[in-house]
């Protein structure tokens, strides 16, 4: 079975602090994401990650950064936590699939940390 | 441009019986992958199907099928024999080939009720 963890369920902040969001995944997948998810506004992708310490922005990268120096394991860093950051937080991974037959892959996701900045 | 359109806010079915919730798609390439997913309230978000756009046939996981109109752009989940771990939020996602962004839909809240 495919296993993504995150480092927390949940957690709780206060602005200004720096938070570190880790994400660890078992299956030598390629592909790694980060979402927020928030009621009303859907999946939204913060960044993601193609293959070693190779990173893209994704919709909302605005306030995040992220690492990825071993193909397992994506973390998620808010440099100076705020309160509009209180989200849901959704780690992902998935096989890259770059030719026709071999099925783009499914995203794989991780149980989600709810993060609170007070 | 892609684009995901799932228009059914929430459902509610009877138990033991069958449900679709409706997924339609717009892209410009021919090549692409169709996803469900679902989401119980604990927030983890767990794939069920996929569907590639040049598949002859239907996919099909145990209760889950997907019904797959290319012509239309439609990729319709039907879940039979509902069961009350079933309710829960439902997202469609597709990916085109060739691109590693997926796109989602707003999701479904399906109710099985007893």
């Known amino acids: 079975d495919v296993k993504v963890t995150q480092s927390s369920r949940y957690l709780v902040k206060r602005t200004g602090e720096k938070v570190f969001l880790e994400c660890v995944q078992d299956?030598?997948?390629?592909?790694m994401f980060w979402y927020r998810q928030d009621p009303g506004l859907g999946l939204r992708l913060i960044y993601f990650?193609?293959?070693?310490?190779?990173?893209e922005k994704g919709d909302i990268p605005e306030g995040y950064s992220v690492s990825r120096e071993k193909k397992e394991r994506f973390s998620l860093i808010l440099e100076s936590a705020s309160t509009n950051q209180t989200s849901m937080y959704l780690c992902?991974?998935?096989?890259?699939?770059?030719?026709?037959?071999?099925?783009?892959?499914?995203?794989?996701f991780g149980p989600g940390t709810r993060l609170t900045v007070t | 441009a892609q684009k995901i359109t799932q228009t059914q806010p929430g459902m509610f079915v009877q138990e033991k019986e069958a449900v679709t919730l409706d997924c339609t798609y717009d892209?410009?390439?021919?090549?692409?992958?169709l996803f469900w997913y679902k989401q119980p309230s604990s927030g983890e978000m767990i794939f069920l199907i996929y569907q590639g756009s040049y598949d002859q046939q239907n996919a099909t996981e145990g209760r889950y099928s997907l019904n797959f109109q290319k012509a239309r752009k439609s990729a319709n989940l039907v879940i039979s024999a509902s069961q009350l771990g079933d309710s829960a939020m439902y997202f469609c996602?597709?990916?085109?080939?060739?691109?590693?962004?997926?796109?989602f839909g707003t999701g479904t809240r399906l109710k099985v009720l007893a």
């Open positions: 892209t410009s390439d021919p090549s692409y992958g």
């Open positions: 990650s193609y293959d070693v310490k190779m990173k």
């Open positions: 299956m030598d997948h390629e592909n």
């Open positions: 992902a991974s998935s096989f890259l699939g770059t030719k026709p037959g071999q099925g783009l892959g499914a995203q794989y």
């Open positions: 996602a597709m990916r085109e080939f060739g691109t590693y962004k997926y796109i």
